[in-house]
């Protein structure tokens, strides 16, 4: 529950950034993530597993896509396309396999689809809240603490997710080294575009 509160606390700040313009996010890794999410949550919720936390991926996942179409400031690529191909493989795994071979194939592309967002904070690491991904991990691994044993059903997502959000905090933690836009050195990891 306390990684649910967290992980709904910290979609204010991010969307409110975002709709004000303050931080870019990537629009298609945003929607795939939501997609992705409703997968896992289904999963979950059949094997009676560990899904809060995946459900209030999935509303804040709609927002913040919502707010970043809003914003206007996003683009496709063959790479978000290919991986709108893995979301489908995941639906046919969960056809043909069950329940938990597509938390597996789900959380894995929910990582994949996450490379988006990942190429965006190495790029541009100033346009990365990294509290908010700080955030995330943290309810991430609040959510494998609370599970109730070492399954699939109850911490491969959480994990997943929680090492995706890990790399993207390294990633905007280059904004100690490297120039904005406008080339000054953000010089601490606290200043927030």
């Known amino acids: 529950i306390l990684s649910t509160l967290l992980a709904l606390s910290l979609y204010i700040p991010l969307c409110r950034q975002v709709w004000t313009g303050k931080v870019k996010q990537n629009l298609a890794t945003w929607i795939l993530w939501c997609v992705l999410d409703v997968i896992a949550m289904g999963t979950l919720i059949m094997q009676n597993g560990n899904w809060l936390l995946t459900a209030t991926y999935v509303l804040g996942g709609l927002v913040t896509s919502l707010c970043i179409a809003r914003s206007k400031n996003f683009a496709w690529t063959w790479f978000e396309s290919f991986v709108v191909f893995l979301v489908i493989v995941c639906l046919v795994v969960w056809a043909l396999s069950g329940s938990q071979m597509a938390t597996i194939a789900s959380s894995l592309a929910l990582v ?5 967002q990942v190429l965006d904070s190495y790029r541009k690491p100033w346009d990365t809240p990294i509290f908010i991904y700080i955030g995330y991990s943290l309810a991430n691994v609040l959510s494998i603490v609370g599970a109730k044993n070492w399954s ?6 959480p994990i997943c997710a929680g090492v995706l959000c890990l790399v993207i905090v390294a990633c905007a933690f280059r904004k100690l080294w490297v120039q904005n836009d406008s080339g000054a050195t953000l010089n601490t990891p606290c200043s927030v575009p």
């Open 112 to 116: 994949i689809a996450g490379i988006p």
């Open 152 to 157: 699939i059903e109850e911490r491969f997502y």
